[in-house]
């Protein structure tokens, strides 16, 4: 059966149909080559812009500051990483949901609850009908955090911070200070040391594929590790717990305005504690009144008293005004430029040593110590021991004590006399502590400091010379003497050689004295081959019988106990004028 054949007849494509096909084509082409040459040409560097925002990550270390330690590396203060939760409920699905599935408020918040240790009526407050950008709370813990990242849940975000911490609380706030809502310092040696202390951050870029994978580059095995120093102190946080502790409870036992302690080696002037009341909890800086940030003991200024007797007695051993062996007559009174100046206790001692001078605290054989010595040579010698100077120092910006012209000084009869018993003239507690480590080293000048790498410690070769060795020995051994048989023989501890000096100095205020006081007591320990300095100032304690020797001289000696422990300093006695160890 023969199959029928269709015939088709080609029918010439019409020329105004083929002109079209061909325009159109042509266009095309030419449309496919300009847009070539613009991607190629014209968007280059738009699109490589692009194209690295894709492919490169920036990565930067959190906004952080560096630990602070204690020279055993006890922690003080250090960062403390947390999180805030980010929620959009929109987005809320469940591990093996299907896609377009949107889980309910209330079914997320059943399992954060939990975790967060939080009711659910408390979170779902914090939606108010809003489907994204919620910020549901903060201060969440790591432990917390991966708990929450276990859960799979999309639409929650976990953004990481650093909240700075002080685990020891109020033992340190006086000298660390704190950092605020903003992590930026504001007191203490968070302000002071504020650029030691920061962690400038470190950037980082990091290749990724199209889908984000990670691609191999030329990164060293060190790039991405962040700083993680710390800021190293001289403090011993054994000793300051035990100084902070005997300091408030003498504090509060006599009512007192405020107190101060510190521990520093004459030899360097490394602080080992330095403990000031009142305090505060640095965790909760806002529930505090502002004033009490301020480090008052080396931004506030007082008048030192009879401590500073031993200071005057190397000046005028120093000028050989007196020697060592010589005697002065102490009547009770004195009369100078028409003023009347006597002793605490308005008697007389008699003829007597210059130990005793000390032992008794006799102001009248001060006066008439001292008014050997020149007025303008006494003068330049406070201004040399720097009386007027700021104190440099790691610490706070020190105030500069106030001390008169030399004009007032020298043509005023008055003033010399009352400078002789510590008086007429102010300096910060700090100031005194450096003064009497300079006594107890032989002389030397040494700054105090509570940073181990406190780079403007004098060289050796250039240290800076006050007092004799000498000299420096034997105002040490009058000091001695006053823990042996004066007003410090509360301090004494058998078995240590001890020295000291107790002050009980009237505030003046606009200019004039009043009845509050100061007491204090500085200690050098120990004697026979000084090592620390041991100062307590208690300011206006409200009780009677105040004196250095009643308030200030217990905590010192509770203070020395505690160093002898914590530095296993052996007990030490004279004999035939060797010093040998107890056995």
Same mark, same amino acid.
Not at 30 to 39: A, T
Not at 164 to 189: C, D, H, T
Not at 265 to 287: F, H, M, Q, R, T
């Given at each position: ?5 269709k ?5 010439p494509?019409e020329?105004l ?18 847009r070539?040459?613009n991607?190629?040409?014209f ?10 925002? #894709?492919?490169f990550?920036?990565t930067?270390?959190l ?9 055993n590396n006890r922690?003080?203060?250090y960062d403390k ?19 377009n599935r949107?889980?309910? #408020? ?14 659910d ?9 809003? #489907? #994204?950008g ?15 990242k ?22 340190y706030?006086?000298?660390i200070g704190?950092?605020?809502?903003e992590?930026?310092?504001?007191a203490?040696l968070e302000?002071?040391?504020d650029?030691?202390i920061k962690?400038?951050?470190k950037s980082?870029l990091?290749k990724?594929g199209?889908?984000g ?15 993680y120093k710390?800021l190293g102190?001289?403090?011993?946080s ?6 902070f502790k ?6 509060m ?6 107190g101060f ?14 403990a000031?009341?009142p305090?505060y909890d640095p965790?909760?800086y806002w529930?505090y009144?502002?004033e ?5 003991y080396?931004q506030?200024?007082f ?10 007695l190397?000046?005028?051993l120093?000028e ?10 102490d /009547?009770g009174?004195?009369n ?5 100046? /006597?002793?605490w206790?308005k008697k007389g001692?008699?003829?007597i040593?210059?130990?005793?001078v000390?032992q008794?605290?006799?102001n009248?054989g001060m006066?008439?110590i001292?008014?050997n010595?020149?007025p ?5 010698w406070?201004n040399?021991?720097g ?6 120092t790691?610490?706070f910006?020190?105030t500069?004590?106030?001390?008169k /012209? ?5 043509s005023?009869?008055i ?10 003239f ?9 003064l ?18 406190f780079?403007?410690?004098?060289k050796i ?10 000299v420096s020995r ?5 000091m ?6 004066g007003?410090?023989?509360g301090?004494k501890i058998?078995?240590y ?7 009980t100095?009237?505030?003046a ?5 009043t009845s ?11 004697i026979?081959?000084?090592k620390y300095?041991v100062l307590v100032?208690?300011?206006e ?6 004196y ?14 505690s160093?002898?422990v914590?530095e296993k300093?052996p007990p030490?006695?004279?004999?035939n ?7």
């Amino acid at each position: 059966m023969k199959r029928n054949k269709k015939i088709v007849h080609l029918v010439p494509l019409e020329a105004l149909r083929f002109k079209l096909t061909y325009v159109f084509f042509l266009v095309l082409i030419f449309g496919l080559f300009g847009r070539l040459v613009n991607l190629q040409v014209f968007s280059a560097s738009d699109l490589q812009k692009k194209a690295r925002l #894709i492919q490169f990550t920036k990565t930067s270390s959190l906004n952080r500051r560096r630990s602070i330690v204690d020279r055993n590396n006890r922690l003080i203060a250090y960062d403390k990483p947390l999180y805030k939760l980010w929620a959009h409920p929109k987005y809320f699905n469940f591990p093996g949901d299907s896609k377009n599935r949107v889980r309910s #408020i209330e079914e997320v918040v059943n399992k954060l609850s939990p975790i967060l240790n939080l009711k659910d009526e408390f979170l779902l407050s914090k939606f108010e009908n809003k #489907i #994204i950008g919620i910020e549901l709370i903060d201060e969440i813990t790591e432990n917390q955090a991966i708990k929450i990242k276990n859960l799979h849940i999309s639409g929650l975000d976990l953004v990481k911070y650093s909240q700075r911490y002080y685990p020891q609380r109020n033992l340190y706030s006086n000298l660390i200070g704190f950092v605020n809502y903003e992590n930026k310092g504001s007191a203490g040696l968070e302000l002071h040391l504020d650029n030691q202390i920061k962690v400038f951050n470190k950037s980082n870029l990091v290749k990724k594929g199209g889908d984000g994978t990670p691609l191999p580059d030329n990164s060293g095995p060190r790039d991405f590790i962040n700083d993680y120093k710390s800021l190293g102190l001289t403090i011993d946080s054994r000793l300051q717990k035990a100084s902070f502790k005997a300091l408030n409870k003498q504090v509060m036992k006599w009512k007192a305005k405020k107190g101060f302690a510190i521990v520093m080696n004459v030899n360097n002037g490394a602080i080992l504690s330095l403990a000031s009341i009142p305090s505060y909890d640095p965790n909760k800086y806002w529930e505090y009144n502002s004033e009490i940030f301020k480090g008052w003991y080396s931004q506030d200024l007082f008048e030192p008293g009879s401590t500073f007797k031993p200071i005057n007695l190397a000046l005028a051993l120093e000028e050989n005004v007196i020697q060592k062996d010589g005697l002065v007559e102490d /009547s009770g009174n004195i009369n100078v430029g028409g003023w009347t100046l /006597s002793n605490w206790d308005k008697k007389g001692n008699g003829h007597i040593d210059y130990p005793r001078v000390l032992q008794v605290s006799s102001n009248v054989g001060m006066v008439k110590i001292m008014q050997n010595l020149p007025p303008k040579t006494y003068w330049d010698w406070l201004n040399k021991l720097g009386i007027s100077k700021n104190l440099e120092t790691d610490l706070f910006e020190s105030t500069a004590g106030q001390l008169k /012209s030399k004009d007032i000084f020298v043509s005023q009869e008055i003033e010399p006399a009352v400078a002789s018993f510590g008086q007429g003239f102010s300096i910060s507690p700090l100031k005194l502590a450096q003064l009497h480590a300079v006594l107890a080293n032989g002389g030397i000048e040494v700054i105090p400091h509570v940073t181990l790498n406190f780079k403007d410690k004098p060289k050796i070769n250039s240290q800076k010379e006050i007092f004799s060795n000498k000299v420096s020995r034997i105002v040490l051994e009058w000091m001695e003497s006053v823990v042996e048989n004066g007003s410090g023989v509360g301090a004494k501890i058998d078995g240590y050689r001890i020295g000291g000096k107790t002050g009980t100095s009237q505030k003046a205020i606009n200019g004039r004295y009043t009845s509050k006081k100061v007491c204090s007591f500085i200690a050098t320990f120990p004697i026979n081959k000084p090592k620390y300095v041991v100062l307590v100032v208690i300011d206006e304690p409200s009780k009677p019988y105040a004196y250095g020797s009643t308030v200030a001289v217990p905590v010192a000696k509770e203070i020395i106990e505690s160093l002898i422990v914590i530095e296993k300093i052996p007990p030490q006695i004279e004999n035939n004028g060797l010093i040998v160890k107890k056995p």
